[in-house]
């Protein structure tokens, strides 16, 4: 059975590692070796460096900007934190807390698309959806948990009075908010160029567009090189010497725009020509293998510094140097899929896992919380023993459907990629969970400080990320799901971005200054409110209309192409028991009448004595997959109700939320003057 069959050691989780996740590590590795860690690095402390705890606050970027290549954790730490956690002890951070922020942000570099680590790749295989989905479903979150992870490192900064590293030449304010706009502009105005531009040609010269965009792509190469090779002594940072002021922003991130080319080219296949992601990976890592053995020899003719043969042979030994951490790197990981594959082997074998889900069931009374807290346990509990990748395949296995039909039970419908995501996250905070946390074990050795508590501390910061999987299982709009409008996109990104920063002064216990007890528990309520305004406003208007299953045929022929219908269906499983569900059905987009949309579904319908029941249930039809039986009866068809936008809850509270601000700033003020 762990041998022969798909369902042990060859099996999804080892499949998935060796097909495209290897790409990806090797990629990764080769990004690394041509310097785009360092640069990354050295970027954010050009940008972050001045401000209170700039180092802490830089650390947490360029563990994001690493984790975008590297997809592990530790990793993220031992390369990052050997820089950025002696820079944060310098400026007044405690070993504990450095090793924590940096523990934090590289956990939080795995849930950076576009590279979010192996099991990533697994969900495309188990939920059945495309990578794209899954970059689209995780950016949101990941965004806002580190723009909240900077917040909370600059109310340390702020608790304990710190400054961030002197500048050579300090800007004017124009000159700042310039510099700031020209990067972001101009960033914007590349994306536009590449997406449209590119597109543009295709419709135009069609075959021949690939060779004139690869064409285009290395004169950009080139060109940026040409750029590098200018600014490459002006930015450059020793990672092993000691940073005693902030570098020049400009020259700095002018010398190693090139390393940028790659991760576009990975993104454009990934999401414009719709690749697969090992073949996206595949295309990515050709470049950067150019990249390797091209950018020395270059950097050298263009800046007539050092042998050209030299730096050949340079580029030559990078490549290999490249090819070897790869396999290096791959090897934990496929001996982690392999492994977690006996787990799932030994799962299927022994209906353990049907037990084991039974039980949680059963302790949670059908709860759709306490359902949840247990999976997040179970989840803490089992990395603490295993890889991100392996927990995640095997919570992902045994919890995942259940929670789905517990959802479905309680009248919730649940995204089966919400619920992956869930576990996903959970996975990912078990490395710096104590008593076991790898990753706080290799920051507290940078660090020279407590392990268990680095991780407690840790754990502390993480606590951010740890409400996100809860509160995008009720709110999926924060998983750019059920957006109709740009608009909507807006107030759903600042409405959360705004809940998260309230989040992270309620748990620090300091906003403007230290809070009390009462402020701390308005901020929490205040973080609900902005995360899920739904639960307010369905106690005022209700969020759904039950209209009597005997409407299907009505209902059905109204709604739009596209859109699914919402039926609660009841009736007895195979065991016996009777069980009552909020299903969704698609039906065809050809379908026009009543009849066919229903037919469409799967579905033979009777109407006897005023009840709706399933006479048939076609095999392999949404219905089927929805877990609806024959004999049913659908008791109701759910419609939206029609209401004002839940939205208006924000309104009173950031009037709640000025007000408590305006309250800490003159009790701030007060107490500066006191002092």
């Known amino acids: 059975h762990l041998w022969l069959t798909t369902e042990g050691v060859f099996g999804v989780a080892l499949g998935v590692s060796t097909s495209f996740v290897f790409l990806f590590v090797l990629f990764g590795a080769m990004l690394e070796r041509a310097g785009a860690g360092a640069y990354f690095i050295k970027v954010a402390f050009s940008l972050l460096g001045h401000m209170k705890g700039g180092p802490a606050k ?9 984790g975008l290549v590297s997809g592990s954790s530790i990793a993220n730490v031992v390369t990052t934190g050997t820089f950025t956690i002696p820079l944060m002890k310098r400026v007044g951070f405690p070993g504990t807390k450095a090793g924590a922020v940096e523990v934090a942000a590289s956990t939080n570099g795995q849930l950076t698309p576009p590279i979010m680590g192996a099991a990533a790749f697994l969900m495309v295989e188990y939920v059945g959806i495309s990578y794209v989905e899954v970059i689209k479903a995780a950016i949101l979150p990941a965004l806002i948990s580190y723009i909240a992870l900077i917040y909370i490192v600059h109310l340390e900064a702020c608790k304990a009075g710190m400054t961030g590293l002197p500048r050579r030449r300090v800007p004017t304010v124009v000159q700042s908010l310039l510099s700031f706009t020209g990067t972001i502009l101009g960033l914007c105005v590349i ?20 060779p004139i965009v690869t064409v285009a792509l290395l004169l950009a190469y080139v060109g940026l090189v040409n750029i590098s090779a200018r600014y490459a002594k002006e930015g450059a940072i020793e990672i092993d ?18 390393y940028l080319l790659p991760i576009v080219v990975l993104v454009w296949c990934l999401t414009v020509e719709r690749f697969s992601p090992g073949l996206s990976a595949f295309w990515a890592t050709v470049f950067m293998i150019f990249i390797l053995i091209t950018q020395r020899p270059l950097i050298a003719v263009m800046s007539k510094q050092g042998s050209i043969a030299e ?7 990078d490549l290999l140097e490249s090819l070897v951490t790869g396999a290096r790197n791959m090897i934990g990981i496929g001996v982690a899929t392999a492994a977690a594959g006996t787990v799932v082997g030994v799962v299927t074998l022994t209906g353990i896992g049907l037990v084991m889900t039974d039980f949680v069931e059963f302790i949670s009374g059908g709860n759709i919380i306490l359902m949840l807290l247990f999976t997040a346990v179970i989840s803490l509990i089992l990395g603490m023993g295993l890889p991100t990748t392996a927990n995640y395949i095997v919570v992902s296995t045994l919890m995942a459907p259940v929670i789905v039909t517990l959802g479905a039970q309680s009248g919730l419908i649940i995204p089966l990629i919400a ?25 507290a050795a940078i660090a020279k400080s407590d392990p268990i508590r680095t991780g407690i501390q840790g754990f502390t ?6 409400i996100l999987p809860f509160m995008f299982i009720f709110n999926t709009q924060l998983l750019l799901m059920g957006i109709d409008s740009w608009w909507h996109l807006m107030l759903t990104i600042i409405s959360s971005v705004i809940a998260m920063l309230i ?7 300091w906003w403007f200054t230290k809070n009390k007890w009462w402020e701390t528990v308005a901020l929490l309520v205040l973080t609900f409110t902005f995360f899920r305004p739904g639960f307010w406003w369905d106690q005022i208007y209700p969020a759904k209309v039950l209209h009597p299953g005997t409407e299907i045929a009505a209902i059905a022929e109204t709604l739009p192409v596209g859109q699914e219908i919402e039926l609660l269906v009841a009736g007895e499983n195979l065991e016996g028991d009777y069980i009552s569900k909020t299903v969704r059905l698609p ?6 009448t009543a009849d066919e949309r229903i037919s469409s579904m799967g579905l033979m319908l009777n109407d006897t004595n005023g009840r709706m029941i399933v006479d048939m249930v076609e095999f392999g039809s949404p219905a089927e997959s929805a877990g609806v039986d024959f004999d049913w009866e659908i008791r109701s068809v759910v419609v939206d109700a029609d209401r004002p936008m839940k939205e208006w809850v924000f309104v009173p509270a950031l009037l709640i939320l000025i007000g408590l601000a305006m309250n800490q700033r003159r009790r701030a003020r007060r107490d500066e003057l006191s002092a």
Not at 241 to 258: D, N, Q, R, W, Y
């Open 191 to 210: 994306s536009a160029v590449v997406y449209y531009g590119v597109g543009w040609t295709k419709d135009v010269f069609g075959d021949a567009a690939t």
């Open 461 to 466: 910061y993480d606590i951010r990320t740890a």
């Open 58 to 66: 830089a650390a947490v970027v360029a563990s994001g900007l690493s």
């Open 311 to 317: 730096q050949t042979k340079q580029g030559f030994i």
């Open 503 to 509: 989040f992270s002064a309620a748990t620090q216990g």
């Open 241 to 258: 010497a000691e940073l005693t002021e902030v570098p020049e922003p400009g020259p700095t991130i002018k010398s190693g725009l090139h």
């Open 419 to 443: 619920v992956h995501l869930f576990v996903f996250y959970f996975g990912i905070l078990a490395d710096d969970t104590p008593p076991v946390g790898l990753a706080a074990f290799a920051a």
């Open 587 to 592: 039906f065809d987009d050809n379908a026009t």
